[in-house]
């Protein structure tokens, strides 16, 4: 069970016992603890105003030594991935086993979209990437997240027994033009040629809307568009006996992919 209402950095003991229909048992042994949390009600972010930090859930002797809002990205960021807050980061020593409780409150809500991500290893001894956090969450207004880290745990950047480094961020990834179309095939007719493909592997986060084919040689290029997420169209108006190649792009709201090799 959880005791609420303790002060934090006082020393408690506490000790557990068992009740039946005959009576209670003697106490356990005792066991202590230290319940404290580091506030930080103004730490300044680096596009300007301020966010207010709170870190609880310290084991005795766990301090946080450092934490701060910068704009040093780790690597491996998702690609066009934005920082529009910054990173934040803390380092606490002396917290052998703990789980530390982050939350951080922003001065305006996050944007739509956003995702929470967190810079370490998924698990104890993994490789360090960008990762979304299993107990992050945001508030219901959008201006405060939480998350917790524990020492060697998800998200633990440093292996070090006892100390946590835990670079996190809300990012926004920024979206881009599709990726091509893949697997184009062609079916020769009279006078046309029925072309299809394999959609894109990515959007890029904005859904495709169109493609469009084209034939080459030509002049006017002979083309054909057709709205997603159909794969397949048709071009006439070929000459018979001509050999062609066709290309496709894929169309989103950002603009349109390269073509595709014919």
Sequence with gaps: CKISGLSNGTTYTFTVKATNGVGSSADSAGVMATPQVLTQPALPLPGGGNASVTIGGGTP????????????????????????????????????GATLAVSITYPTALAAGVQLLKHGPKTAGGASEWFTPTTASISADRLTVSYTVTDNGEGDSDTTVGTIRDPFAPVLVVPGVPTVPRNVQAVAGDGAVAVSWTAPASDNDSAIQDYTVTASPGSPARTCTIAAPATACKISGLSNGTTYTFTVKALNGVGESDSSAG
């Design 61 to 96: 002797g766990c301090t946080i030594a450092s934490a701060q809002f910068d704009n040093n990205v780790p690597t491996g960021a998702p690609a066009r991935a934005t920082f529009p807050h910054g990173v934040f980061r803390f380092e606490a020593t002396g917290c052998t």
